[in-house]
Structures are given as C-alpha cells and as structure tokens.
C-alpha cells in the first residue's frame, strides 16, 4: 500500500428530513446562488422546500437554472456571471452530478480571473473557489463528496474532468426519498455509473486488501439494491443503500493507498463528447467488453476473484471459467437486471466513423491504468461495443 493522505471535509447529512440543515449555509456568508437541472426539482416540490429554507434563514437567493445533463461550459459561464454581478457567497447544487459539477465549476470561475473553461482543461489554474454545497437527487456520481467535476463543450466535441480539493462540497444533503421520482433508465445508469467507479478503483496495478473488500461490499450492494430500485422505486432501503454506495464508490475511500488509474471512464467521456450520451448507459456498454479485452494470464486471477468473491461463483472452479462468468454475468446484470442498453447503436452511435478521433483522445486518460491501452485497443473495443 502506496503512503497516502486521506480527507474528506464534507459534512453529510443523511437521511429523511435533512433538508432543513440548508439553515447551516449561513456559515459562508447572506447571498446564494441556486443551481439546478431541467425542472425535476419543481416537479417534485424540493424547489419550494429549499426555497422557504434559504429565505427564513434569511438568505438571499438568485438563480441558475436547466443546467443540461452532461454540463455544458455556457451554463457555467452564466453561473460565473451571476456570481460576479450579485455579490454570491455561496453554490448550491440541488440536482445531480450534472447539476453538482456545473455548481463546483461556476463556485471557482466566479473566483478566477480568466475564462472557466481554463479550469476544466487545466486543474492547475483552480486556486480559489466560492463554497459548494449539494442537495442530491440521484444516486450515480458521487459529486456530492469529491473534488472533480467534468463539463463538456459539445461546439467542440470536448468532455474533461477536473479536479481541486477546492471542488469537494463542503455539505451535502443526502435524502434517499428525494431519489424516489428517478426515471427507471436514469435509476439503472446511476447504478451502472456507481459500479464503474468501483471497477475503476478495483482492477488496479497495486491494490490494497481492505480497499478491494471494500469495492467488493459497494458492488455487492448495486447488485442487490439496483433491481429493487427499479422494480419499487419508493423503496426507501434500496435508494438509500444506492445513496451512499455512490458517495462511497469515489469519495477517495476505496483507491487510498492504491495504484488506480481509471479507463473505461476516458472511453466513455469520449461518447459523450461526441454523441451526447447518459454516461452511465456507456459505462454498462463499455465495460463488458472492455474486461474480456484486459482478460489475460496476467489478469485471469483478479477476474477470478472478482467472480468468486462478488457474484459468489465456485471457489474452487477452473480460474479462466470463473473469470469468463465473472465477465459474463456482469454483462447480463446490465442487459437483464438494470434493463440498460449494450450496444452502441441502440444509444444512437450508428457509425464507426469517429472511433478513431474518440480513441486517440481517449488514449491519453489509458496510459497508466490496469491494463494500458493504446488508441488501436480502444477501437477494438468500440468495435466490439458497437
Ligand atoms: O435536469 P433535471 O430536470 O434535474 O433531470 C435530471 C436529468 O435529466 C434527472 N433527475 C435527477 N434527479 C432526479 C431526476 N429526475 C427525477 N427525479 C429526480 N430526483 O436525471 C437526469 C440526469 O441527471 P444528471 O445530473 O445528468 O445525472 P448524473 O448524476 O448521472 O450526472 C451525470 C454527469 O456527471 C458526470 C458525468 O460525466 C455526467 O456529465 N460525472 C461526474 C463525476 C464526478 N463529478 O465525480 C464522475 C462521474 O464519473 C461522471 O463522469
Ligand atoms: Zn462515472
């Protein structure tokens, strides 16, 4: 295990009847700026809560709304804009990762002398930022207790992450109930999106012990709480077990002391870029193939593991079998269980004419990682994924 540091400063409120922790904005001064997507908040009546909130705590509020799914840099511009002309204090994200990343992107580019896309393509430049706060809305991500957030400018095909400890909310309020009114395909994304992460983190060059039960403990809870979820979505144990694995999956927790680089996330961002995806729908397509690609002798027995120890397969079977059911069962719990499409066509991508753009710039983000890959691997795999 690698020397680490390890803090997480987000104070999280958990469960029914946080909502009225938002009074606790008061620490970070009188003027907020509210941040939400496409109208989910409205409908479901937390826009009016939050609101009666912030104003009997005496805060003043002002707006930014229909932030899109896969945040694009022209809301962030316009965050930035509403903070430097009102005085903001304070971001509060009330949404999903979409919703949280546009807020974390908007709270630095409001402290940052310089157009905000400058803080997505390069981290470096993120040396101030307003506080970020979260209400959550859906299980995927995981923003709501990381330090990344990732924007898109789709004039240009670009989908980066980046990241600052400055990023990490510094409270986020985490209400399984309010994750009740998610649509049955983003339920299913937000738990492929949860699973990559630990993927992400698991299949690592150097792994830690504990770390890898830990990954094992959040995959296992997806796969049994996923399906829940989707067949009764006011199933408060079930969101609330998808709540917090998302939170967990990336909050720093399960890579600490490990050499994790991660690789199916730079290929889908690349979908995204291009085609406009539900990330966690490219993850789940991805992600099968990508691991039959990696599977080796030098990969069988972490494969193998994988099998035995999250899908419960004989301990004591061939290695390869094991690691190939493994694979396999992983695919059928995306396609059968979570209901997902695994292709690339079905999600709208029906030409390989931009594999090879999309892999040479995924390329960069798979040098590092488990199994490195190079732009001509990552066309196999869209290939295959096609
Ligand atoms: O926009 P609204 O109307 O709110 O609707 C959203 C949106 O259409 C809807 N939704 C959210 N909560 C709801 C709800 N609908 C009904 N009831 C609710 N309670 O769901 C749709 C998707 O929302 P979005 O925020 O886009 O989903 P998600 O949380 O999956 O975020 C995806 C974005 O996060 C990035 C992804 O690339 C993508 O851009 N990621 C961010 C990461 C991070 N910050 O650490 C890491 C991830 O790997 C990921 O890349
Ligand atoms: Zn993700």
């Given at each position: 295990?690698?020397?680490?540091?390890?803090?997480?400063?987000?104070?999280?409120h958990?469960?029914?009847?946080?909502?009225?922790r938002?009074?606790?904005?008061?620490?970070?001064?009188?003027?907020?700026?509210?941040?939400?997507?496409?109208?989910s908040?409205?409908?479901?009546g937390?826009?009016?809560?939050?609101?009666?909130?912030?104003?009997?705590?005496g805060?003043?509020?002002?707006?930014?709304?229909?932030?899109?799914?896969?945040?694009?840099?022209?809301?962030?511009?316009?965050?930035?804009?509403?903070c430097?002309?009102?005085g903001?204090?304070?971001?509060l994200?009330v949404?999903?990762?979409?919703?949280?990343?546009?807020?974390?992107?908007?709270?630095?580019?409001?402290?940052?002398?310089?157009?905000?896309?400058?803080?997505?393509?390069?981290?470096?430049?993120?040396?101030?930022?307003?506080?970020v706060?979260a209400?959550?809305t859906?299980?995927?991500?995981?923003?709501e207790m990381?330090?990344?957030?990732?924007?898109?400018?789709l004039s240009?095909?670009?989908?980066?992450?980046?990241g600052?400890?400055?990023?990490?909310?510094k409270?986020?309020?985490?209400?399984p109930?309010?994750t009740?009114?998610?649509?049955?395909?983003?339920?299913?994304?937000?738990?492929?999106?949860?699973?990559?992460?630990?993927?992400?983190?698991?299949?690592?060059?150097?792994e830690?012990?504990?770390?890898a039960?830990?990954?094992?403990?959040?995959?296992?809870?997806?796969?049994?709480?996923?399906?829940?979820?989707?067949?009764d979505?006011?199933?408060?144990?079930?969101r609330?077990?998808?709540m917090?694995?998302?939170?967990?999956?990336?909050?720093?927790?399960?890579?600490a002391?490990?050499?994790?680089n991660?690789?199916?996330?730079?290929?889908?961002?690349?979908?995204?870029?291009?085609?406009?995806i539900?990330?966690?729908q490219?993850l789940?397509?991805l992600?099968?193939h990508?691991?039959?690609?990696?599977?080796?002798?030098?990969?069988?027995?972490?494969?193998?593991?994988?099998?035995?120890?999250?899908?419960?397969?004989?301990?004591?079977?061939?290695?390869?079998?094991?690691?190939r059911?493994?694979?396999?069962?992983?695919?059928?719990?995306?396609?059968?269980?979570?209901?997902?499409?695994?292709t690339?066509?079905?999600?709208?991508?029906?030409t390989?004419?931009?594999?090879e753009?999309?892999?040479?710039?995924?390329a960069?983000?798979c040098?590092?990682?488990?199994?490195?890959?190079?732009?001509?691997?990552?066309?196999?795999?869209?290939?295959?994924a096609?």
């Amino acid at each position: 295990m690698y020397n680490f540091t390890f803090e997480i400063p987000t104070r999280i409120h958990f469960g029914q009847g946080q909502l009225k922790r938002l009074r606790e904005l008061k620490e970070s001064g009188s003027e907020v700026l509210l941040v939400y997507g496409g109208g989910s908040i409205k409908r479901s009546g937390l826009y009016d809560d939050v609101l009666k909130i912030l104003r009997e705590a005496g805060l003043g509020v002002f707006e930014l709304s229909g932030v899109e799914p896969n945040p694009r840099i022209e809301s962030v511009r316009k965050g930035v804009r509403l903070c430097r002309e009102n005085g903001i204090d304070m971001v509060l994200a009330v949404g999903g990762g979409s919703v949280i990343d546009c807020a974390k992107v908007t709270a630095a580019g409001a402290k940052y002398d310089g157009d905000a896309w400058d803080l997505v393509i390069d981290p470096s430049k993120i040396t101030a930022a307003l506080p970020v706060y979260a209400v959550l809305t859906i299980a995927a991500t995981g923003s709501e207790m990381d330090s990344f957030a990732v924007i898109s400018d789709l004039s240009r095909n670009e989908k980066w992450g980046t990241g600052s400890p400055l990023f990490t909310p510094k409270m986020s309020i985490l209400d399984p109930s309010y994750t009740f009114s998610v649509s049955r395909r983003q339920t299913a994304a937000g738990t492929a999106d949860i699973m990559s992460h630990t993927f992400e983190n698991y299949f690592t060059t150097e792994e830690g012990f504990l770390q890898a039960r830990f990954c094992e403990a959040v995959l296992k809870t997806c796969i049994h709480y996923g399906p829940v979820a989707l067949k009764d979505p006011e199933n408060y144990e079930a969101r609330a077990n998808l709540m917090w694995a998302s939170s967990w999956a990336i909050n720093g927790t399960l890579n600490a002391g490990c050499g994790v680089n991660w690789c199916v996330h730079p290929m889908e961002h690349e979908l995204s870029a291009f085609y406009d995806i539900t990330h966690g729908q490219g993850l789940a397509i991805l992600t099968p193939h990508w691991m039959e690609y990696v599977l080796s002798a030098d990969t069988v027995d972490k494969f193998a593991e994988y099998g035995v120890n999250v899908w419960d397969l004989d301990p004591k079977a061939d290695k390869w079998l094991n690691a190939r059911e493994a694979i396999e069962r992983t695919r059928r719990f995306f396609k059968d269980a979570l209901e997902i499409p695994m292709t690339l066509r079905e999600v709208g991508i029906t030409t390989q004419e931009k594999f090879e753009i999309m892999a040479e710039k995924a390329a960069a983000g798979c040098e590092g990682c488990y199994v490195p890959l190079k732009k001509e691997d990552i066309v196999k795999i869209y290939q295959a994924a096609f």
